[in-house]
């Protein structure tokens, strides 16, 4: 991976804790990726301490108030961001935010609510803000058609998925529960897919993430994976995204997984 791989502008979602936040963390203490400008979102900033410590310690991060549920408030979200990142557009919106309501719900315990709720924020909210936010995305790639091939340094849209979502693992010790979860995450991955497709042609990049079983609120302390451990690896395949993984679904660790 070279070190030079580096993007002027990076969106990460649901960056008020977990991975989310270690994220922001890493970024903005890269020796070679650091962003010039980082916009990190929080259902309620307000409530984001370690957000704004990190924020009053660095200027290239902005704190910007999303709920991806809300897609009401996308457009006037757009508008934000591009007055942020200018005529030179956004390079890489990372898809991070996701609930998991139940990990030990089963056929006979779920309710629709509860599969509704997780279709939304996992599958559909980044779909539309992806949707929103495209512009931005072709307008950074336009701006950067001297970079040959796919890199972040051009364009990219990173989606954060689970291992739980696919299909062909969905068996041994991972196999069966997660309802709604698991549905959701495999709905996100058939839709990262199918934007690849589509934004190919603008010279913008698609990667799907696991980021591991992370020790996390959602994860849980048993988790074999620190946040600390996980986003480190997130960034080597982020800052690795080419011709040759584009579209791919990657863990934290570099290996390519099944669909």
Not at 15 to 43: C, D, M, Y
Not at 183 to 208: C, H, N, W, Y
Not at 237 to 251: C, E, H, M, R, Y
Request: aromatic share 6%.
């Amino acid at each position: 991976m070279p070190s030079t791989k580096r993007m002027r502008s990076l969106l990460i979602t649901g960056a008020n804790r977990g991975i989310g936040l270690e994220l922001v963390r890493q970024f903005l203490s890269h020796p070679t990726a650091k962003p010039e400008i980082l916009i990190a979102t929080a259902r309620k900033p307000a409530e984001a301490k370690e957000l704004h410590n990190l924020a009053a310690k660095d200027k290239s991060l902005h704190i910007l108030p999303l709920d991806v549920t809300k897609f009401d408030t996308f457009k006037e979200f757009g508008e934000k961001v591009s007055k942020i990142v200018g005529d030179k557009g956004l390079n890489v919106l990372l898809n991070n935010a996701g609930i998991l309501l139940d990990r030990e719900s089963k056929l006979e315990t779920i309710t629709p609510d509860s599969m509704t709720a997780q279709f939304v924020s996992n599958a559909v909210a980044p779909v539309m803000l992806t949707k929103e936010l495209l512009p931005l995305v072709k307008k950074a790639a336009a701006a950067q058609s001297s970079v040959q091939g796919i890199s972040v340094n051009k364009a990219a849209l990173v989606y954060m998925s689970s291992v739980l979502g696919s299909v062909k693992s969905n068996e041994g010790q991972w196999g069966g529960g997660y309802w709604g979860y698991r549905e959701s995450k495999a709905a996100l991955d058939m839709s990262a897919r199918t934007i690849q497709k589509e934004v190919a042609p603008a010279g913008v990049g698609v990667l799907v993430l696991h980021p591991g079983w992370v020790q996390t609120d959602m994860g849980g302390p048993n988790a074999l994976v620190t946040p600390t451990q996980s986003v480190q690896g997130l960034i080597k395949v982020i800052l690795s995204l080419s011709d040759k993984n584009n579209g791919a679904f990657i863990q934290h660790d570099g290996a390519e997984l099944p669909w």
